[in-house]
């Protein structure tokens, strides 16, 4: 199926580095090159990218010379045992995403005529649904639908769900509310509170609350300073008057791993999801003024994006599911992770 052609100009560059791709006729791309290089510039490693596109490596990597070839540019460049995107490449992922976002729009719309829901659904989550929320959610949509529809999970940060939301490789995802996204819709499905975790063998286990100034006796570690909750968090100490606080953890889980197999004064100001359910040893700490319902979970997707029956049978799904903590509410706009 040939879908672009490129004259002998190829790439156009600019003094920064390559701007943009010009198209003319003699050119044979077709739409597996496309999809191969998409699948090797997300994984960056021709073995693992074989494997997922169930070709051998050859196949691959004469599918990627050919299109160097016909674009005249270096699309990635070796880096020991995996590959880097070139500029040129990275120039070419994001027209290529694209290209491949409006063709799925296409067959999804033909798709979405039928009155039978099947295939896939792209779903990428933080770590905070993944206690009992989602597997359940999943296992009842699932169940409700006879298993013609799958749903294929992937983690991420808000930040890079909510990019793959824009790109199309996502169709929708469990995160944060990120401020100045028109095109993303944002439902509310869950809350998490924000609490103190010490280990079972740490003085303050035996509190069921302390206050913010107790907090400057604890060995105190909290999630990164950079990420939309850590500002969070750390805003909020500073103004509690909390000082000496390690701000150096992106998620629950690496934060309760630690906690888990350190003790001492080690203290943890983390939510109450998955990082701390996985370790039987810690033990949760009210800290008296962090506000209720800290941290809301919300389901994303782009409303701008034509969706699959299946992917809009799912968004339907999970907004009268009966296991959200929060149908009904209208919440205040809460950070991401």
């Known amino acids: ?191 998490c509170e924000l609490a103190l975790f010490v280990r079972d063998d740490h003085p303050l286990a035996s509190r069921e609350t302390i206050t913010f100034g107790e907090l400057n006796d604890v060995d105190l570690h909290t999630y990164r300073s950079g990420t939309p909750i850590g500002e969070r968090v750390a805003k909020m100490l500073e103004e509690a008057d909390v000082r000496g606080a390690s701000l150096g953890y992106d998620d629950d889980v690496s934060m309760g791993s630690f906690l888990s197999y350190n003790g001492g004064n080690a203290g943890a100001l983390m939510l109450d999801s998955l990082g701390a359910q996985l370790f039987s040893n810690l033990h949760q700490v009210r800290v008296e003024g962090v506000p209720e319902h800290f941290y809301t979970v919300y389901m994303a997707y782009h409303k701008k994006h034509v969706h699959s029956r299946a992917v809009t049978d799912f968004i339907d799904f999970v907004k009268a599911y009966p296991g959200n903590d929060l149908i009904g509410q209208v919440l205040p706009e809460a950070a991401g992770e």
């Not at 990635?76 to 880097?84: T, Y």
């Not at 994001?94 to 779903?123: K, M, P, Q, W, Y």
């Not at 933080?126 to 929320?133: A, L, N, S």
């Open 1 to 191: 199926m040939s879908l672009i052609n490129y004259d002998q100009g190829r790439i156009a560059q600019s003094e920064n580095g390559p701007t943009s791709l010009t198209v003319a006729l003699g050119g044979t791309m077709n739409l597996s090159q496309l999809n191969y290089f998409k699948k090797l510039a997300e994984v960056l490693h021709y073995t693992r990218a074989a494997q997922e596109l169930f070709i051998t490596q050859p196949t691959l990597s004469g599918a990627i010379s050919s299109l160097e070839k016909e674009l005249g540019a270096p699309l990635f460049e070796r880096n020991g045992r995996s590959v880097l995107l070139t500029p040129y490449g990275e120039v070419f992922y994001e027209h290529v995403c694209l290209a491949l976002r409006a063709i799925d729009d296409g067959v999804a719309a033909l798709r979405a005529r039928s009155s039978a829901s099947f295939g896939t659904v792209n779903l990428g989550t933080t770590f905070t649904t993944q206690d009992h929320y989602l597997p359940s959610l999943i296992r009842d949509f699932e169940e409700a639908f006879d298993k013609r529809v799958i749903v294929k999970v992937s983690q991420g940060f808000t930040n890079y769900l909510t990019e793959q939301l824009h790109r199309g490789t996502l169709d929708v995802a469990f995160c944060g509310n990120r401020d100045n996204e028109p095109d993303i819709a944002y439902f509310p499905v869950k809350h």
